[in-house]
């Protein structure tokens, strides 16, 4: 009995476009017989006969993929470069007088002193000497 099994294996017939598996008839009672056949794209027919005859047909399409969703990746800016700020020096057209008196008033911003901030002089009512609050 050597290569006996007590499974029947599936039949393979190449149509046309492609091949497909047929699985044994099997037998469900009150005559009635089921037929499935696989197809390469994972799809099934199963047919069912009673005393012989094509009773009920059935077409099982294959899964479809779900379609896998990407985590969103966390932008990082790059660093910015040391790069050398332009000079913008653009030359205007002032005349003679206008940029004396600018020079003029340059000058006098500079030098002007700032006036002092006097202390104020109150008297202790409990020592009788007065303080000085800056």
């Given at each position: 009995?050597?290569?006996?099994?007590?499974?029947?294996?599936?039949?393979?017939?190449?149509?046309?476009?492609?091949?497909?598996?047929?699985?044994?008839?099997?037998?469900?009672?009150?005559?009635?017989?089921?037929?499935?056949?696989?197809?390469?794209?994972?799809?099934?027919i199963t047919n069912r006969y009673k005393k012989g005859n094509l009773v009920d047909s059935n077409y099982n399409p294959s899964k479809i993929k779900t379609k896998k969703i990407r985590k969103k990746s966390i932008r990082v800016p790059s660093k910015l470069k040391n790069v050398?700020?332009?000079?913008?020096?653009?030359?205007?057209?002032?005349?003679?007088?206008?940029?004396?008196?600018?020079?003029?008033?340059?000058?006098?911003?500079?030098?002007?002193?700032?006036?002092?901030?006097?202390?104020?002089?109150?008297?202790?009512?409990?020592?009788?000497?007065?303080?000085?609050?800056?």
């Open positions: 009995m050597k290569g006996y099994s007590p499974y029947r294996k599936d039949q393979i017939v190449s149509l046309s476009d492609q091949k497909v598996r047929i699985k044994p008839v099997k037998n469900l009672g009150n005559d009635v017989q089921a037929q499935t056949i696989k197809q390469e794209d994972k799809s099934t050398k700020s332009p000079e913008y020096n653009s030359k205007t057209n002032v005349s003679e007088k206008d940029e004396m008196v600018y020079k003029y008033n340059k000058k006098k911003r500079q030098t002007v002193k700032d006036p002092k901030k006097k202390s104020k002089k109150v008297k202790n009512l409990v020592t009788g000497k007065t303080n000085k609050i800056s």
